[in-house]
């Protein structure tokens, strides 16, 4: 490209482009901390390099600045449920091993309102607590809450200013033994009643309900069911 060979190196977390000449010596290299962190392909056209990056998508680069170019759609590919509260659909990055334990990916949330993506992480909303990847999502539509599972991490809610709150204390919620993270929810519904049921993955109680005036209840079934998912 431009009598040149255009190369895209990654090491670890970061990345860049080198721009070659015909005898091999580096012409320019293109690094950004953001922009180049996994880059994959280079283009130059017109003055212009333009780069897709495997994290943050495509940027130009020109007159020694990088522009960002970010269509309206999600920045990122999401594995688990989604959720349509009737404004807005929700989207979850559950992300489980082949051993059914959670990957260390951090917690993401998708939410298309508007004709418009929005992708709320840890990055975007400082003040979160540590939650891991989503495993589940319910909508209480009696105090418009948004009910959000964590394979480890256990039960949040998310509200209003999408204030992002953890709520296993003084619960019945548990986890298989021996593990570090100790919540484990697998499943989330909400019934006619405004109450949210809680599929509570590998504790010695594996389903519980909590009521709409706050109180819990747990349920245990009267036979083995192993590492099961209630």
Not at 134 to 140: C, D, H, K, R, T
Not at 208 to 222: C, I, L, M, T
Request: aromatic share 10%; with cysteine.
């Amino acid at each position: 490209s431009n009598n040149g060979i255009l190369v895209c190196e990654v090491s670890g977390a970061s990345g860049r482009v080198r721009v070659l000449d015909r005898t091999g010596n580096t012409r320019l290299l293109l690094q950004d901390p953001v922009y180049t962190r996994s880059p994959s392909s280079v283009i130059h056209l017109r003055d212009t390099y333009w780069i897709a990056d495997g994290e943050n998508g495509l940027s130009a680069f020109q007159d020694g600045a990088f522009t960002p170019y970010h269509p309206n759609a999600p920045q990122r590919a999401t594995l688990g449920p989604a959720l349509f509260t009737g404004q807005a659909l929700w989207m979850t990055s559950q992300d489980i091993n082949q051993n059914e334990q959670p990957a260390t990916t951090p917690s993401v949330l998708l939410r298309f309102e508007n004709e418009t993506w929005e992708t709320l992480t840890a990055a975007t909303h400082p003040q979160w607590p540590a939650a891991g990847p989503f495993s589940s999502i319910a909508y209480s539509p009696g105090d418009t809450v948004i009910w959000l599972g964590s394979l480890g991490k256990g039960l949040f809610s998310l509200e209003k200013n999408d204030l992002l709150r953890e709520r296993n204390q003084n619960s019945p919620l548990g986890g298989p033994s021996g593990n570090q993270d100790p919540y484990w929810i697998s499943g989330l519904a909400i019934d006619k009643l405004n109450q949210l049921w809680i599929s509570n993955f590998g504790a010695s109680d594996p389903l519980h309900v909590r009521k709409a005036d706050g109180n819990w209840r747990s349920f245990r079934p009267p036979f083995q069911i192993g590492r099961a998912h209630v």
